[in-house]
């Protein structure tokens, strides 16, 4: 009995063939019924790992700028506390940490 992997072998080499199911299924030694059952059968659980006599294809990739908007505005972080900070485009990110640990501490500032 054949396994997934030989079957899938088959259905792939079948449909690179350009054969009938009839012509490549007498080709081969068995039933067009069963090519036509396998093919329904792969399509029908998705994509499965490529085969080792398949060679992966990769597309072209291009980089581009980030183009992401320009944030001029400052953030508003508002506190449990009722306290609010301000942060300015171009902050520090570890200054901006310790302000928000001294700015959530319960006693004044």
Known sequence: MATRAEWTER??????????AEKFARR??????QLYW????????????????ETPRFLPVHVVADLSPVVTEP?????????VVRVRPGFDP????????LAAEE???
């Open 11 to 20: 259905v792939e080499r079948w449909e690179r063939s350009g054969l009938s």
């Open 28 to 33: 081969e030694g068995y039933r067009p019924k």
């Open 38 to 53: 396998w093919r329904w059968k792969l399509r029908a659980d998705g994509p499965s790992q490529p085969s080792p006599t």
């Open 75 to 83: 953030i508003e972080i508002a506190l449990p506390n009722g306290r």
């Open 94 to 101: 570890a200054t901006l940490e310790r302000v928000l640990a």
């Open 107 to 109: 006693a004044s500032c």
